[in-house]
């Protein structure tokens, strides 16, 4: 079926389902009028029509003749670059995907990806390794940790409450997690884990893991308190990463300190006591506390009274468009009434950035009445903007937007995105689609506000608050049953009374309900695609999540490392002068040598000038420099800061900023705040190629395979120099040709496509594991993902899947693992397309009934069928796949 149709077939089956259940209804209760206007299709929305899409693929009469009768459909696929398009039937396509060259894209067209020789399917067997025993025989126990190590970030910033807040904020945390907080507060989460680098993705991901088991375990079956030691490790660990303590700062307002949505609804008259005694609600300081943990959810026209009253006469005291007025009444000047001339508070124009855009303009208190005057005009936000602040805060968006608009926006846009055939890539992240999110988080709020707007009474303690737990309650699984079973109980029980009736709040609700189990039968196709591409990138997943979690990310502090920056750079023009000599090279920064005898007499040569800065911080004499050098290039080797990272991190600022840094620090102006500045930017940018290097040493190491015996044409191999004391330096991987059978020579093909010739006497090859090769296709995979499929639903829909989750949240953090290593593997990759074998067929070689394409001129193909005794031109080219759709864009 077309993807244009998917929308049509899965709203015809939604409907199908309503009924059957109609069907039994009536069967039941023996009463088809009455039935019928119960569980008819009040408020679904018609099917519409859905157009053939002829550029992706057409129905073929005449093949479906000869093949009796059955449905024949042909893939349409185009040239990259001369867009010329053409038909191929599935059995070619099928030959395409089996050969492992070309996909079909969203839209039909063929797309390169990488050769057979790194597909997962073949990883194992094809290097005769075990992931788990490469790991184990080259990662050493203490390596192998279980929590992720970083920098205390926490010691080096001032004030004496800086380790205070976060111990009590970590001991809430662990006292009031619970299985329904855990799994609230580990999906707002993962939603960040896009935003940080990796070793504090690492780190936010230890605590997802603690919750996950906190929250798949309501039962406890592994001990409650195991599980909160877990939890205190990873959020000790986490909070000393300033980033990662700010997120989980920022995201705590998803934990319920207090009271659990289903319990405000279940014990609705013990919150109505509560929030209406008077002697709870005036007399400080219970009444601090008690309206803000016992009260319900606002409503449209009572807010809270005492509340506006206190802020109102405040106002009119303090006066408006004052610092003082705005911070003692939260920022609101007037209450929304009928007036013209008052203020309008229902339309949250902050979320569009017209507000701060208004203040910026004229200034705060002439660009609030700008937006007032614009509120007053409009009165209510656009749809886009009601569903990003309903994602954030559905309560307040419901209440100041009005409920029965809130819900038509929200019912327009679920269906909208799903009538889209190919979805929508310029929607926001918090416009994507999430059914489970939305059922668990946002719908028990939906129900509350509409329970409150009507009134609440004992239905809602013995109905309402048993569904909204069942919807705090819905787990990861493998399809999307429960959150239709759900979806059907909402539609047929609840809907009705939570409304009270009012057909303007049912109809949106029944529709957006409607859309949302529409995207339940849409989400299961997408989820086929997923589970392919995740499923053949397994051992770059499992290699890249193995290789962060065993890499040392902790770095020398910022001081230590902004003294070897201004320490660098006083030595260089010393270790320069050093590195040339005549000719000769006395110092070797990469191995941490130096040839003291010889460096004396190099340095004498040398002005003033250009000495000088060496001297001030290593005395006067040239013995004591080179004995400071010595000790530097030492000390370097065992930091890990070596001479060359510290010039990778210099270059990656401005030049100009890195020029005004050395004439600074050269001239003994390093306490001045510009230099000061600058050398922390140099020591921030440091710490990330210090991490890098250290993912290049382990992937190098995993690389390595066993001494080769026999090599294989065309295979990588690593070539080690034998050395005259019998050591082996490593020359790189080169790809085997041909071994002489005269001589001992071996020929390689390095990367750049040169031959090198090497003796097998004084060489030794090793196999080469693309471990790297194998950690891009990963990413490559992370970037297909979000670039072909989250144009409907949101990457986090994806993790609710129980069989996907753990692989999805790996990949999300692998795709922030950068070195140079791996950069050098996506060359590679490119270059095993390159390289590829030729498609090219003789002319002889033509078989009939089979399709070709012929070189017209060059990078101009065009399709043909070949049939026995066709006159073909023994002069062009014939191809079984245009040689340009093995074109990549690097």
Known sequence: MPQGNDYVAALEKVF??????????????????????????????????????????????????????????????????????WFVDQKTYALFSKRNVVRTDSYGGLVPIQDKTTDDKTFNEKYDLDLE??????????????????????????????????????????????????????????????????????????????LDKISDDPRNHTSKKKKKMDLNIALTKALLNVNVGRILVANSGTISYFFHPDTRVGKNRTFNFWSTTPLLTTLPPISWFIPSIFTFTPSENFIGSRAHATNSILRSVLGPGRFLT????????????????????????????????MRAQFGNHAGRQKVNQFRIENRLPTDESAVRSFIGSPISTMVNNGVVHVLRALANHWEGLNQIPFGNFAHQRMEQLNVNVILRFHMPFVLMTLANLRGWCSWDSMVLAPFITKLMNIRPGVNMNVANELLNELNTTIVDNVCGGIFSRMEPFRRWITQMRVANE?????????????????????????????????????????????????????????????????????????????????????????????????????????????????????????????????NALRPRDKRFLIELVNKGHEEIRAAKLLSRRVGTLLKREMRRARLDARIKELSRGSVATEMIEDEWYIVDRTEDDGSTTELGSFQF?????????????????????????????????????????????????????????????????????????????????????????????LSHIKNHSSTQVSWRDLKPGHQYFVEQKPYKYELFEFEEGMDLDNRKRYFSIPPQNMIVVG
């Open 737 to 829: 040709r041909t071994r002489r059978s005269s001589t001992s020579d071996v020929l390689f093909i390095n990367r750049s496509g040169k031959e090198d010739r090497f003796d097998a006497n004084s060489h030794v090859f090793r196999k080469f594991i693309p471990i790297g090769e194998a950690i891009v296709r990963a990413q490559k995979a992370f970037m297909v993902i979000e670039l072909d499929l989250l144009k409907r639903f949101a990457y986090a829909s994806y993790m609710e899947f129980s069989d996907l989750r753990e692989d999805l949240i790996k990949l999300q953090i692998l795709s922030g693992v950068n070195c140079y290593f791996l950069d050098d593997a996506r060359l590679d990759v």
């Open 133 to 210: 025993e490469l790991f184990d025989s080259k990662v050493s126990d203490k390596d192998a940790i279980l929590w992720t190590d970083s920098n205390n970030e926490v010691v080096t910033r001032k004030g004496c409450g800086k380790t205070a807040w976060r111990n009590a904020y970590r001991r809430l945390v662990v006292h009031v997690m619970d299985p329904k907080n855990a799994i609230r507060f580990s999906r707002a989460l993962q939603i960040q884990l896009d935003y940080l680098m990796a070793h504090e993705a690492l780190l936010l991901n230890d605590i997802i893991v603690v």
């Open 326 to 357: 705005r911070l003692i009444t939260g920022g609101r000047e007037e209450f929304v009434v009928d007036d013209l001339k008052a203020i309008a508070q229902n339309l949250a124009a902050e979320t569009t950035g017209f507000e701060a855009a």
């Open 522 to 650: 849409l989400i299961m196709t997408e989820k086929d695609k997923v589970v392919t591409i995740v499923s053949s990138v397994t051992s770059g997943i499992e290699s890249g999540y193995k290789l962060a979690k065993t890499v040392d990310w902790v770095v020398p502090d910022d001081d230590v490392m902004v003294r070897s920056i201004i320490q660098h750079i006083k030595l260089d023009a010393v270790k320069k002068k050093l590195r040339n000599h005549n000719g000769e090279r006395l110092i070797d920064e990469e191995n941490g040598t130096l040839d003291a005898n010889q460096a004396g007499s190099a340095l004498q040569d040398m002005d003033q000038e250009e000495i000088g800065p060496a001297m001030k911080i290593a005395g006067g004499s040239i013995s004591s420099i080179v004995s400071f050098v010595q000790k530097d290039l030492s000390k370097r080797q065992k930091t890990g800061m070596t001479d060359h990272l510290v010039k990778r991190a210099m």
């Open 16 to 85: 199908a389902e309503d009924e059957t259940s109609a069907r039994k209804s009536l069967a039941a209760k023996k009463s088809v009028k009455k039935s019928v206007k119960k569980v008819g299709r009040v408020g679904f929305a018609a099917a519409p029509e859905v157009q053939e899409f002829e550029a992706e693929n057409y129905f073929d009469e005449e093949a479906a003749g000869n093949n009796g009768g059955k449905s024949t459909r042909r893939l349409k696929v185009y040239d990259a670059k001369t867009r010329q398009s």
